[in-house]
């Protein structure tokens, strides 16, 4: 790990590594120009901050490579330091040679995170932005990378900061309650107090709430496929991922273990489980297990696709059952409609399909969007996803209520305002306005170097 207060000039390859086409080196700190002007030609006279130069490397006098250099000043660059990235041809030696050059003349190998650390050190992010990059880096879908890109251009930091300096409009009252006696206190300060404390409340209640929300957009929503052996449950967990994932048999019980793969539809992420057939009466230990590892995977599932053959009324009362036993939202399928002796109208409710030829499946996938939308519906609001930012807003909301209780039986103001300043102090622990070693090391180590 880095040296909180270590002000040297870093460097770093930014690409991955490997042979491609371009490659990109970075260089920050105070030795960025000085360096740039021993390697580079021709020199540059006049360095104008956010331009592109082409020249070339040199090793004394031996030519490396033709390269763009782009050029940022302090304070208006990434790290809010001198940054000058070198865009060379991206072979190996050539990327190891300009390194090595860059090393020789005053700068040192960047470590894990090293230049987000400054731009966090030097006010250019915030440490919930900070993870919100690293969560930009990681997005799947369409929604999860919105949501990461948003929280990265600072959202939510920007509504913590708003609760944080209503904390501190709290304490004022406070530090008035307790510099002046009970006859100067009136009624006006008293209610004033709570009714910004109710509002605080609320806020942060809203955030702890949109965690599950998060979750929905970074983990999917876990669909588990059901019904008695030999329906076709893993003929449709195929057919929707387009490949062979599940082994497909005539045989009853080819499913004893379920299979789990990720789809995505419309920018939205699930969670395809083929599970073993729930069957009953059987005395197969292999079996039991995997009917068990059914109703595990059912409990965690958001939606049930059960699935069978027989056209009856029945699967109102097994809708019924599985929506009011699992809570649950439930996806009737009847399969193999394309071996039914009448000929029936594919319909919405239940909805008939043949998941061998893919008879009725777009029927599903709308029923499916349907649900969906119950799910990530106001995904335009403001979303946490991160648990650590999770745990801290509740140790915040504890104390916040702790408060509320407390103004029923008239605790002493200094209690409530040391009470108020540790909601503060789990607020700036998100924000990173107060942190530790052991918390900076966690998230910047799991940045590249090169970033």
């Not at 939202?329 to 002796?341: Q, V």
């Amino acid at each position: 790990m880095f040296n909180i207060d270590n002000n040297d000039t870093i460097t770093a390859i930014a690409t991955p590594l490997g042979v491609g086409a371009i490659a990109v080196i970075r260089i920050s700190g105070q030795l960025s120009f000085q360096i740039i002007d021993f390697i580079f030609k021709p020199k540059i006279k006049n360095r104008k901050s956010r331009r592109i130069y082409l020249g070339y490397i040199y090793s004394k006098n031996t030519l490396i490579d033709k390269v763009l250099i782009n050029i940022f000043k302090s304070p208006n660059s990434y790290t809010g330091e001198d940054i000058i990235e070198i865009s060379c041809h991206g072979s190996i030696y050539i990327q190891n040679k300009i390194l090595d050059l860059i090393i020789n003349n005053g700068a040192r190998l960047a470590t894990r995170g090293e230049f987000t650390f400054r731009a966090f050190k030097n006010g250019k992010l915030d440490l919930y932005q900070v993870e919100s990059l690293l969560e930009l880096f990681h997005s799947e879908n369409e929604l999860d990378h919105n949501l990461a890109l948003n929280n990265f251009r600072g959202k939510v930091s920007i509504i913590i900061k708003k609760i944080r300096k209503k904390i501190l409009t709290l304490n004022t009252i406070l530090e008035f309650c307790i510099d002046f006696s009970e006859e100067d206190i009136n009624k006006k300060h008293l209610l004033a107090f709570k009714k910004l404390l109710l509002n605080l409340i609320t806020k942060i209640k809203d955030l702890i709430n949109s965690f599950k929300l998060g979750l929905f957009f970074k983990k999917g929503i876990a669909i588990a496929i059901i019904g008695k052996p030999n329906v076709g449950k893993s003929t449709l967990f195929n057919f929707l991922l387009k490949s062979d994932r599940s082994i497909v048999s005539n045989k009853s019980g080819t499913t004893i273990n379920y299979i789990e793969e990720n789809l995505y539809i419309d920018g939205i992420k699930y969670r395809l489980i083929d599970n073993a057939g729930i069957k009953k009466n059987t005395l197969n230990k292999l079996e039991l297990k995997g009917i068990k590892k059914t109703i595990e995977n059912i409990k965690k599932s958001d939606i049930i696709m059960y699935i069978t053959n027989n056209i009856n009324t029945k699967y109102l009362h097994l809708q019924k059952y599985y929506k009011y036993f699992f809570k649950k939202e439930i996806i009737f399928i009847i399969n193999k409609c394309d071996l039914l002796k009448k000929k029936i109208k594919i319909q919405s409710s239940p909805i008939l399909i043949s998941a061998k030829y893919g008879i009725g499946i777009n029927y599903l996938l709308n029923k499916l969007k349907t649900l969906s939308e119950r799910f990530i519906k106001n995904n335009n609001k403001t979303i946490i996803t991160n648990v650590r930012h999770y745990e801290e807003l509740k140790k915040a909301l504890f104390k916040l209520n702790k408060i509320k209780d407390h103004l029923q039986i008239g605790i002493e103001p200094e209690i409530l305002s040391l009470l108020l300043k540790e909601a503060n102090y789990s607020l700036e622990k998100i924000i990173g306005t107060i942190t530790n070693e052991e918390i900076l090391v966690n998230i910047f180590d799991r940045f590249c170097i090169g970033k």
